[in-house]
Nanobody, 124 residues
Framework: VQLQACGGGLVQAGGSLRLSCAAS???????MAWFRQAPGKEREFVAA????????HYADSVKGRFTISRDSAKNTQYVQMNSLKPEDTAVYYC???????????????????WGQGTLVTVSS
């Protein structure tokens, strides 16, 4: 599956953005996730929707501010990001995987399919 992420941009602290990730085929049976990588840092988990939308998972740093969702008809996943902070500045990547166990949903190396990344910059 090919993934195409978009929606990044420059926003002031406290603002909102919605990132989209369009897939080249149906992804209902896949776990879909968002990761981010800030300059000089390792890629880190942001949020995931387990396959068949059976559960959602969030990093503690974004819980209550970010919401992951899917539009199965459009083969697209989203992450709505509210109350953005300067520390949310990063390149955001969408990821997908078919045979992923719940225990590994937050692990970068558990995903084989990645989008190209979209830059989110939050100014203070």
């Amino acid at each position: 599956v090919q993934l195409q992420a978009c929606g990044g941009g420059l926003v002031q602290a406290g603002g909102s953005l919605r990132l989209s990730c369009a897939a080249s085929r149906r992804t209902s049976s896949m776990t879909m996730a968002w990761f981010r990588q800030a300059p000089g840092k390792e890629r880190e988990f942001v949020a995931a929707a387990f396959r068949w939308s059976s559960s959602t998972h969030y990093a503690d740093s974004v819980k209550g501010r970010f919401t992951i969702s899917r539009d199965s008809a459009k083969n697209t996943q989203y992450v709505q990001m509210n109350s953005l902070k300067p520390e949310d500045t990063a390149v955001y990547y969408c990821a997908a995987e078919t045979s992923l166990i719940l225990l590994r949903v937050r692990q970068v190396d558990a995903y084989n399919y990645w989008g190209q990344g979209t830059l989110v910059t939050v100014s203070s």
